[in-house]
């Protein structure tokens, strides 16, 4: 609501100055990656040509691709075409990956690729396509678990419509099967996206959140968002049956840090071994080295990656959900009253003559389509393509040219952000930069001190800031507040504007808290 807000108070032509509008305030990234892309626009004309193989009538009526042989004339055709259609090189690549990495049945592997791009099937089987989901695993072991998973053992990965639908599907799931009943204790890392504040105090869930602040400083005073042990010691009491994190944090955009990692780990298998962990993993391929939960607690960890801001394709939601194949949920399952048991059994009937063996994971893709309509379950096959092709880019990039160089892109506008600012740079290694949370009480204390600050609350509310950008120089930030983070925070979005802009943004915000130091010395020298 308060995002609306500001844009309309922007968009106003009666308020509006003549300036552009600076929308800071979604994340939303202004890149995308074109080599997977042009490999899923290559591949699409193989598998049309082999559409009109089986059958090519003149009104625009083709068949569909037919598997025997279709693995020889995929080769040909990259043969064919090397050096000559765009992307046919990281085509040629992820095929031959799939063939010496996971010794792929050839024409099973290509009959996949040729029905996938062009959508004739459905989805089977429903939670991800069998070549499809080796090669995101791949992808997500290098990218969540820093290239090395500590257990033996694979996750099973369920592809849905971008990390959205992953949350919900979820939610919904965890209290579908007993796991989560209404009115739990659940804990919920903040700052955090709005939607993980709304989601569970919706009167269908209503439950009772333990908040874990992220109120961390560094040694010299600043913020550095990370969890101090005191308040991962919340998570410490057996009554609370999940947490629910986002790592790296949004707003605040820092992965978890060694310590706390390995702080989390102990006290979660020593206190509380059945704690359920959703997190929320999407700008880890923006750290270096990062290293998810899922990798630390498999046993314990929904893990929920989406494809969008790394690879600027939140139109095509891609997301998909990764859990260890020996897990926590599983195992309550089993232990559920016979009462609970009876209940799911009926509820899972159609789809197996063992309901009460059904994995956690293959409920969730039953229970994301009412369980009745599981048979059309399942992410659309040309969105799977496009994923598969995404990872593969990932996993054959090996110099990772591409991960420097979209890292390279946000650090660049984050030091243009605090260059406007008039504010050096804190380095620090946990930090992702896709967002930024401005602190201006810790600005005012630090620069100014206890009787600037008190004069600032005394007159302004929290939200003047954010009001007074958009007003008067046509800028949009949220406030922290809304992320249940400081009051007197904004959070700047990174991704959305070009590289000048949030050079001019600092100016600006620079300028307007400037403007309150210079109103409180006003008032303290008509006073004199």
Same mark, same amino acid.
């Given at each position: 609501?308060?995002?609306?807000?500001?844009?309309?108070?922007?968009?106003?032509?009666?308020?509006?100055?003549?300036?552009?509008? &600076?929308?800071?305030?979604?994340?939303?990234?202004?890149?995308?990656?074109?080599?997977?892309?042009?490999?899923?626009?290559?591949?699409?004309?193989?598998?049309?040509?082999?559409?009109?193989?089986?059958?090519?009538?003149?009104?625009? !009526?083709?068949?569909?691709?037919?598997?025997?042989?279709?693995?020889?004339?995929?080769?040909?055709?990259?043969?064919?075409?090397?050096?000559?259609?765009?992307?046919?090189?990281?085509?040629?690549?992820?095929?031959?990956?799939?063939?010496?990495?996971?010794?792929?049945?050839?024409?099973?592997?290509?009959?996949?690729?040729?029905?996938?791009?062009?959508?004739?099937?459905?989805?089977?089987?429903?939670?991800?396509?069998?070549?499809?989901?080796?090669?995101?695993?791949?992808?997500?072991?290098?990218?969540?678990?820093?290239?090395?998973?500590?257990?033996?053992?694979?996750?099973?990965?369920?592809?849905?419509?971008?990390?959205?639908?992953?949350?919900?599907?979820?939610?919904?799931?965890?209290?579908?099967?007993?796991?989560?009943?209404?009115?739990?204790?659940?804990?919920?890392?903040?700052?955090?996206?709005?939607?993980?504040?709304?989601?569970?105090?919706?009167?269908?869930?209503?439950?009772?959140?333990?908040?874990?602040?992220?109120?961390?400083?560094?040694?010299?005073?600043?913020?550095?968002?990370?969890?101090?042990?005191?308040?991962?010691?919340?998570?410490?009491?057996?009554?609370?049956?999940?947490?629910?994190?986002?790592?790296?944090?949004?707003?605040?955009?820092?992965?978890?840090?060694?310590?706390?990692?390995?702080?989390?780990?102990?006290?979660?298998?020593?206190?509380?071994?059945?704690? !359920?962990?959703?997190?929320?993993?999407?700008?880890?391929?923006?750290?270096?080295?990062?290293?998810?939960?899922?990798?630390?607690?498999?046993?314990?960890?929904?893990?929920?990656?989406?494809?969008?801001?790394?690879?600027?394709?939140?139109?095509?939601?891609?997301?998909?959900?990764?859990?260890?194949?020996?897990?926590?949920?599983?195992?309550?399952?089993?232990?559920?009253?016979?009462?609970?048991?009876?209940?799911?059994?009926?509820?899972?009937?159609?789809?197996?003559?063992?309901?009460?063996?059904?994995?956690?994971?293959?409920?969730?893709?039953?229970?994301?389509?009412?369980?009745?309509?599981?048979?059309?379950?399942?992410?659309?096959?040309?969105?799977?393509?496009? !994923?598969?092709?995404?990872?593969?880019?990932?996993?054959?990039?090996?110099?990772?040219?591409?991960?420097?160089?979209?890292?390279?892109?946000?650090?660049?506008?984050?030091?243009?952000?605090?260059?406007?600012?008039?504010?050096?740079?804190?380095?620090?290694?946990?930090?992702?930069?896709?967002?930024?949370?401005?602190?201006?009480?810790?600005?005012?204390?630090?620069?100014?001190?206890?009787?600037?600050?008190?004069? !600032?609350?005394?007159?302004?509310?929290?939200?003047?800031?954010?009001?007074?950008?958009?007003?008067?120089?046509?800028?949009?930030? &949220?406030?922290?507040?809304?992320?249940?983070?400081?009051?007197?925070?904004?959070?700047?979005?990174?991704?959305?504007?070009?590289?000048?802009?949030?050079?001019?943004?600092?100016?600006?915000?620079?300028?307007?808290?400037?403007?309150?130091?210079?109103?409180?010395?006003?008032?303290?020298?008509?006073?004199?």
């Amino acid at each position: 609501a308060m995002k609306v807000t500001l844009i309309m108070l922007v968009s106003d032509p009666l308020k509006k100055p003549a300036r552009t509008m &600076l929308n800071a305030g979604r994340g939303n990234p202004t890149w995308t990656a074109t080599t997977p892309r042009e490999a899923f626009f290559t591949l699409g004309q193989f598998g049309l040509a082999e559409c009109r193989r089986a059958l090519d009538n003149p009104v625009g !009526m083709g068949g569909i691709p037919q598997k025997k042989g279709i693995a020889g004339r995929f080769e040909q055709f990259l043969s064919e075409n090397a050096g000559k259609l765009p992307g046919i090189e990281l085509l040629d690549g992820i095929y031959r990956y799939g063939l010496k990495q996971h010794g792929f049945k050839r024409d099973d592997w290509a009959l996949e690729l040729a029905e996938g791009v062009i959508g004739d099937q459905y989805p089977s089987p429903v939670r991800m396509l069998s070549h499809v989901e080796p090669i995101v695993h791949d992808y997500l072991v290098q990218e969540m678990c820093g290239g090395k998973p500590i257990r033996n053992g694979r996750f099973d990965l369920f592809a849905t419509e971008g990390g959205t639908a992953a949350i919900c599907y979820i939610f919904d799931s965890l209290v579908t099967n007993g796991l989560l009943k209404r009115g739990d204790r659940i804990a919920l890392g903040v700052p955090a996206f709005t939607p993980y504040l709304e989601i569970p105090v919706l009167a269908k869930y209503n439950f009772k959140v333990t908040y874990i602040h992220g109120s961390g400083k560094d040694k010299d005073g600043n913020s550095n968002f990370q969890y101090p042990d005191e308040e991962l010691d919340k998570l410490g009491d057996k009554a609370i049956r999940a947490f629910f994190i986002i790592n790296p944090t949004n707003p605040t955009s820092v992965e978890i840090c060694d310590h706390s990692r390995k702080y989390l780990v102990k006290l979660v298998k020593n206190l509380n071994p059945n704690l !359920m962990i959703l997190t929320d993993d999407v700008y880890g391929t923006f750290v270096k080295g990062f290293v998810s939960l899922l990798n630390e607690l498999p046993e314990n960890t929904l893990c929920v990656y989406s494809f969008s801001k790394y690879f600027g394709a939140t139109g095509w939601r891609l997301g998909v959900i990764a859990l260890y194949e020996h897990n926590v949920y599983d195992d309550m399952l089993t232990a559920v009253p016979q009462s609970e048991k009876d209940r799911l059994a009926k509820l899972y009937e159609s789809l197996t003559l063992y309901p009460a063996k059904l994995k956690f994971i293959d409920r969730m893709v039953a229970d994301s389509r009412q369980v009745a309509l599981n048979h059309t379950a399942g992410l659309s096959l040309p969105q799977q393509i496009q !994923m598969m092709l995404f990872a593969g880019f990932a996993l054959l990039d090996k110099e990772n040219k591409y991960k420097q160089a979209s890292m390279d892109l946000i650090h660049h506008r984050y030091e243009l952000l605090w260059e406007g600012l008039k504010i050096p740079v804190i380095p620090d290694p946990d930090r992702a930069d896709y967002y930024c949370e401005i602190d201006i009480q810790e600005w005012a204390l630090k620069n100014y001190g206890k009787e600037f600050f008190a004069w !600032m609350q005394k007159n302004f509310e929290p939200v003047d800031v954010v009001f007074r950008l958009a007003q008067i120089c046509s800028v949009v930030l &949220l406030n922290g507040g809304g992320f249940a983070g400081p009051e007197w925070s904004v959070r700047v979005s990174l991704a959305n504007l070009e590289d000048e802009d949030y050079a001019k943004i600092g100016k600006y915000l620079s300028a307007t808290m400037q403007e309150y130091v210079e109103a409180w010395q006003e008032e303290k020298s008509a006073k004199k």
